[in-house]
């Protein structure tokens, strides 16, 4: 059986569009359901000014308890900046991903740098922490709310730019869910055939129900991972349009139909993913939510 690697974001990604403060011990616990699935590796939680996102004013508290209570899953959190990636450091962090927009405009909305400064702050963190494995999420790689088309030239030029920076990990994002199937394949053709050393994910954001051909598609031409979040929540605060992200459950009960190994237990997930929707206060707000499976549950 072929091996797909999930790495779930539903307790970053999905978490930060809920308006209401969600208490730590309900963001711990949702994780440890979410681990006890058999989920690996999972983005417990960004270091962010409060002001910027109110709902991650916990993360010291969610990460360093989420290590203490399973140490064998693999934690990860998003971090904007040198100040963020100490704070993760200390809080017991040994893996951490920072996020620089393809296009220039969405770079400053979401994070206030130029491309520039953006490198300049990851050549800092990669200096300051040589020992925790640093990873870069480059954001609106299909389409950008502002600026529109990118293109794979420049997508090259910046994933040459973080390398030389010593990144290996690197996650390709669709954040406003404008990407197509050939497309994603052609993305991935090439970053594999110019970066060859280089580990690339994939995340894409479900806005046009494409979430699930989009991220098969991208397994099949040599992702190393897929990025998804349980309940289909989420949504850039900082990217107009975008909705909610692959759902976990989804995509996992897709990939054993078709043959693909997860070593994840489909029930317990379907049972944290349910938990989510029925417990968690707001989830349904907006637009950020794009779930199915938690309502249909299980087949034969």
Known sequence: ?????IVEVCPRDGFQSVER?????????????????????????????????????????????AIKQRPHTRFFALVPNLRGAESAVAAGAKEITTVISLSK?????????????????????????????????????FGCPFEGPQTVAELLRMIEAVSALGVREITLCDTIGVA?????????????????????????????????????????????????????LGGCPFAPGASGNTAT?????????????????????LEAARYIVQNIEGVFSGHQVNITTPQAGSCC
């Open 21 to 65: 403060h969600i208490p730590a011990e309900e963001k711990i616990k949702i994780i440890g359901m979410l681990a006890d699935s058999g989920i690996k590796k999972i983005q417990a939680t960004s270091f962010v000014s409060p002001k910027a996102i109110a709902q991650m004013r916990d993360a010291s508290l969610v990460m360093s308890e």
């Open 105 to 141: 405009s969405h770079n400053m909305a979401n994070i206030r740098r130029t491309h520039e400064q953006s490198l300049e702050e990851l050549k800092r963190i990669r200096e300051s922490f040589p020992e925790i494995t640093v990873g870069v999420d480059i954001a609106t790689v």
């Open 1 to 5: 059986m072929r091996e797909a690697k």
């Open 249 to 269: 459950e989804d995509f996992v009960y897709m990939l054993e139909k078709e043959g693909w190994e997860t070593g994840i237990n489909f029930e317990k997930l």
């Open 180 to 232: 197509y199937p050939k497309q994603v394949a052609n993305v991935m053709r090439e970053a594999l055939v110019h970066f060859p050393g280089s580990s690339f994910g994939i995340h894409i954001h479900d806005t046009r129900n494409m979430g699930m051909i989009n991220s098969l598609t991208a397994l099949e031409n040599g992702a190393e991972s897929v990025q998804v979040c349980a309940a289909g």
